[in-house]
């Protein structure tokens, strides 16, 4: 919404807030126009860009003094509404909802993942929510992980939707859903399948989506803690999205942390090299334009489709068996890393073992990593897949001042003459036409509202052709896309699907900061400061 | 006016309920031969003249919500009768359909031409096995007939019923989550606007209405509203079903005349309850199911229609009536009330979810002598206000009702006085 943009009379409605008179877009939430007055309605279940759930109850406000309260998140404004956010009757409603849901959640802050990032632990402190009539007891169920990817500690969770809504209105994958009734109601798998086995495609919109520590990435940064205690020959990749997601978690401004401060802090942190991802990426495009250029030879197989990560098979697997024959066994900038290492150490008379870590905002990508159980390939892998959130932890532990590191630049990928690379293809015009799909998809959409968002069209000129590149963002967009391929009315040739719907630099894995900011600048908020 | 009336049960135990000769032997189905010559607008302005209130239990007024679906653009209307009956106490839908089910689908299918409906599904309560099979029976009879099926009784007009039903679970008689339930979603209700009348089942415009509500309306309509009026009370035409339970001598479905009998004609007459069993006294009684309020000896006076209880802070609700003797201690009875919510709460709102699992809690604890402090007392009573003006659906709201009438019914037994009265212990 712009506050500053004048709607036309027709479609703006008028309405008092607080004793602030606001015009709005008619349509607009009575939440988001109190914003625009600067009222900030308490809320839990809401999120923005998906469809209200209006089950939390603390955005409840009055209106036109009437004694039914309506929900801020669910309830568009209308013309002449007087409409009160805060009253004492509304702050002890509020109050008690916390206190009724603190009644029932373990006290846990100190060591939970969420601690000072947390929606609950926010407004049960700005409520001073002190002592409780009935103190949470438990027994609390144990953390579910069955991912290699998420952890689901129930015990923390709200009962909001958040993460039900992300999945099955956000994405259309529909992994996680609410089950039972009362003190059972719960989130929960269909039928309790383990995610892994389930159409999960790992993106992490879930975790992205909770308010607390009910849902998260498995948290792996202690463990690459003691991998370099127990390797001096461990080197990492990161991206530029990395990079900003790391500067946000830790609130420099953005932009004010070069590459070469990261590299510089990595290396202090105790790897021994630290590597470009981009270079890698361009290594797998290269490897994916071959896989391309034979599928143009041959019929009947075009579109080529890459997910960008190897869950979305699992996906493709469980919803659309017939779509697999189009899929590309696309090979990571990771994997590919992780080859080089084998190859880069090759002979080498280091004492300690060489060890890959990859940092990327990414929960996908931990399914491919040595540490997972759901990789059973067997073949060269990262030894850890951390997210940016991991990452910003890890470096926050070792508190320094990430820009006062004299800037490092990037070890250089050399390709050695052992080179194991699966055929190390040239680079070549339809190459660097792949690698570009992948930087935008990997950049993310910027504003991705409305459903044209999610997808972008490349047309690139190879052998007197034009070809047909689709950039897909989101499951929901890419199941839209997987139909028109199957009913063979999308003619592309290349079809490239992130499985987040904001791309890499909008992904699960992200800090919670940036995909803040990101919302905001969707949404036209205007000041993209974090709160 | 007498005690007593047959108006729609009449024939109820004295007829087949499955025969249409029986039924038309009664005056059966010239309601919806009358409907045909009407314009809907006048069918409607029948129902609103003889203030039909909505027997369900939110006592809607009948006229004003038909009204609202007439004024909704939009087709398919889809017809809905709420034959959920889960509130505890109460069993008069159930005799409604099993004595007199033609009456009830008389009402549909006049509904069904007053909006132009394709469609009308009745939602039955997933424990009422046999009555499902009985409506079945029932439709195939009408069908055979000519009142339900393609061009009904000649007309241009085609009408369907079909019988769906649940698993049981109280929140289903919710009449947004009946219809989640209905399309084989979970049964949790929906956020409201928009309202079920715009976006209802399948999301199309819809009307729900209890049971009894359209078992009244063949009566409205070859009654006339007016005197349909006058054989009720001023603000609510018609007669009640009043469905008698607990501790009196003889339970069971009653008709009375709204506003012609008084709660303690409907305990204590002999035509009626016929008193409290074993010679003992009355303690309280409780209206309306789990969602009313209780009330007590002093309110035996009141005529029993929905204004002059509403203004007593008592209600008719679902037409539940549970009278209990003095030897039942309330707070234990409302424990089990409390318990009942928690269990039957869907779930997803914190308010109900949270709220009746505390509520329960306390209602414990003023069990337990000495326990009680005046910071309990404060907690408890910002517990109900945030449960009952913060809850998302009527469940939650009304989970509080039945405490709330007791607080004042029995004052000391539910608040601050039981704390002193323990400390001097
Ligand atoms: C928790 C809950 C349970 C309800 N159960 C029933 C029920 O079993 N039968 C019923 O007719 N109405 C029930 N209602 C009321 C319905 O929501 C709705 O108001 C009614 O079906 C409308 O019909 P009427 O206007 O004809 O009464 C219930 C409401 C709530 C909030
Ligand atoms: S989820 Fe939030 S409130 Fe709960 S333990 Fe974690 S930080 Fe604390
Ligand atoms: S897991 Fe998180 S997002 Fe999902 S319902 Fe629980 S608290 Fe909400
Ligand atoms: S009040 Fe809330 S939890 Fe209770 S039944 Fe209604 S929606 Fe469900
Ligand atoms: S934010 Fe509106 S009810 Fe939760």
Redesign the pocket.
């Known amino acids: 919404m712009d506050r500053n943009a004048t709607p036309p009379a027709a479609l703006a409605v008028t309405l008092s807030i607080d004793g602030a008179t606001v015009t709005v877009p008619a349509g607009t939430l009575i939440l988001e126009a109190a914003r625009a007055v600067g009222s900030e309605i308490p809320t839990l279940c809401q999120s923005d860009s998906l469809p209200p759930r209006a089950v939390c109850r603390l955005c409840l406000v009055e209106c036109d003094g009437a004694s039914k309260l309506k929900a801020a998140c669910a309830t568009p404004v209308w013309e002449g509404a007087r409409v009160v956010t805060v009253s004492p009757a509304l702050r002890r409603i509020r109050q008690t909802i916390l206190e009724l849901i603190l009644s029932d959640h373990p006290p846990d802050c100190l060591t939970c993942p969420r601690n000072l990032n947390c929606e609950l632990q926010l407004w049960a402190t700005r409520f001073g929510i002190r002592a409780l009539a009935f103190p949470p007891k438990g027994p609390w169920p144990k953390p579910i992980e069955d991912s290699g990817a998420l952890v689901r500690d129930m015990s923390k969770c709200v009962k909001c939707g958040r993460c039900v809504s992300a999945c099955q209105d956000g994405q259309e994958v529909g992994a996680l859903t609410a089950a039972f009734r009362a003190g059972q109601y719960e989130i929960v798998t269909p039928f309790r399948q383990a995610l892994l086995e389930g159409p999960c495609v790992h993106c992490g919109e879930c975790a992205a989506a909770c308010p607390v520590g009910a849902i998260a990435e498995k948290d792996e940064s202690e463990a690459a803690f003691r991998l370099l205690e127990g390797s001096n020959a461990t080197a990492a990749i990161f991206s530029a999205e990395t990079l900003a997601g790391t500067e946000d978690f830790l609130g420099y401004p953005p932009g004010s942390v070069t590459p070469g401060n990261m590299v510089a802090a990595l290396k202090r942190l105790g790897f021994f090299e630290v590597l470009d991802r981009a270079a890698f990426a361009r290594l797998a495009a290269r490897v994916e334009a071959e896989k391309l250029s034979r599928a143009l030879e041959r019929e009947g197989t075009l579109p080529l489709i890459a997910g960008c990560a190897p869950t979305f098979r699992a996906f493709v697997s469980a919803r659309y068996p017939e779509a697999l024959k189009f899929l590309s066994n696309a090979i990571s900038p990771e994997s590919l890393f992780a080859f080089w290492m084998v190859d880069r150490f090759r002979g080498a008379p280091l004492p300690r073992p060489a060890r890959a870590v990859s940092f990327q905002p990414c929960l996908a990508r931990k399914l491919e990593s040595r540490a997972s159980a759901a990789n059973q390939k067997g073949g060269p892998a990262v030894d850890l897949a951390l997210t940016a959130r991991e990452l910003a932890r890890t470096l926050r532990r070792a508190s320094f001042d990430l820009r006062a590191l004299p800037a490092t630049p990037f070890d250089p990928l050399v390709l050695g003459p052992s080179l194991t690379l699966p055929d190390a293809p040239a680079a070549s015009p339809l190459a660097e036409a792949l690698y570009a799909v992948q930087r935008e998809g990997e950049k993310g959409r910027p504003h991705a509202k409305g459903p044209g968002g999610a997808l972008r069209e490349f047309y690139v000129d190879f052998k007197g052709e034009k070809l047909l590149f689709v950039l897909v963002f989101g499951i929901q967009a890419a199941r839209k896309v997987l139909e028109r391929v199957l009913d063979g009315s999308l003619k592309a040739a290349y079809v490239k699907i992130m499985s987040c719907p904001k791309g890499c630099l909008g992904g699960g894995g992200q800090a919670l900061e940036t995909l803040a900011r990101l919302r905001m600048e969707e949404n036209g908020a205007g000041d993209p400061a974090i709160p | 006016m007498a005690l007593l009336v047959s108006m729609v049960l009449e024939g109820a135990g004295e007829t087949d309920p499955l025969s249409i000769k029986d039924y038309e032997s009664l005056g059966g189905f010239a309601a919806l031969r009358a409907a045909f010559a009407l314009e809907p607008q006048a069918i409607i302005r029948e129902i609103t003249g003889a203030k039909l ?10 006229g004003k ?1 038909w009204e609202q679906l007439l004024n909704i653009e939009g087709s398919p209307k889809y017809i809905v009768c ?6 505890p106490g ?1 069993f008069k ?1 159930r005799r409604i359909m099993e004595a007199v089910p033609l009456r009830l689908l008389e009402g549909m299918i006049i509904a069904g031409l007053t909006f132009n409906s394709p469609r009308g599904f009745i939602y039955v ?1 997933g424990e009422y096995r046999r009555l499902q099979r009985r409506l079945a029976e029932a439709i195939q009879i009408l069908r055979d007939a000519g009142y339900l099926g393609e061009r009904i009784l000649g007309s241009p007009f085609s009408f369907e019923i079909t019988t769906i039903s649940g698993a049981g679970a ?9 219809l989640n339930s209905a399309e084989g979603l979970a049964g949790r ?1 929906r956020i409201k606007p928009p309202h079920l009348a715009e976006v209802g089942l399948f999301l199309k415009p819809t009307l ?7 078992a009244n309306i063949p009566l409205v309509l070859t009654m006339g509203g007016e005197k349909f009026l006058q054989a009720g009370h001023p603000q609510s035409g018609g007669s009640k079903l009043v469905c008698l339970s607990g501790h009196v001598r003889a339970p069971g479905v009653y008709e009375v005349p709204l506003g012609g009998a008084t709660l303690r004609d409907i305990i204590f007459s002999p035509q009626l309850g016929d008193g409290i069993r074993d010679g003992r006294e009355l303690g309280f009684f409780h209206l309306g ?1 789990q ?1 009313g309020p209780l009330g007590g000896p002093a309110d035996l006076d009141v005529p029993y229609a929905y204004y002059p209880l509403r203004e007593r802070g008592l209600a008719v609700g ?1 037409g539940a009536v549970v009278a209990l003797d003095a030897s039942v201690s309330p707070v234990e009875y409302l424990q089990k009330v409390a318990e009942f919510f928690s269990r ?1 709460s869907c779930g997803k709102c914190v308010p109900c979810r949270e709220g009746n699992k505390i509520l329960a809690k306390y209602l414990q604890k003023l069990q337990i002598p000495g326990a009680w402090t005046p910071e309990d007392e404060r907690r408890l009573s910002d517990l109900m206000v945030a449960m009952r003006r913060a809850s998302f ?3 939650g ?2 989970a509080t009702t039945a405490l709330a009438s007791a607080q004042k019914l029995f004052p000391g037994r539910f608040a601050g006085a039981s704390a002193p009265a323990a400390s001097e212990a």
């Not at chain 2, 729900?208 to 359209?214: G, H, L, M, R």
Request: glycine share 16%; net charge negative.
């Open positions: 209130l909505g027997r369900g239990g939110a006592a809607y007024p009948a919500k709420n034959a959920d009956e889960g509130e109460t839908d309560r109280y929140v289903c008689g919710e009449n947004s989550a009946l209700p729900v209405n209890n049971v009894e509500s359209f199911g969602s679902s039957e659906c009527g469940l709201q009304s």
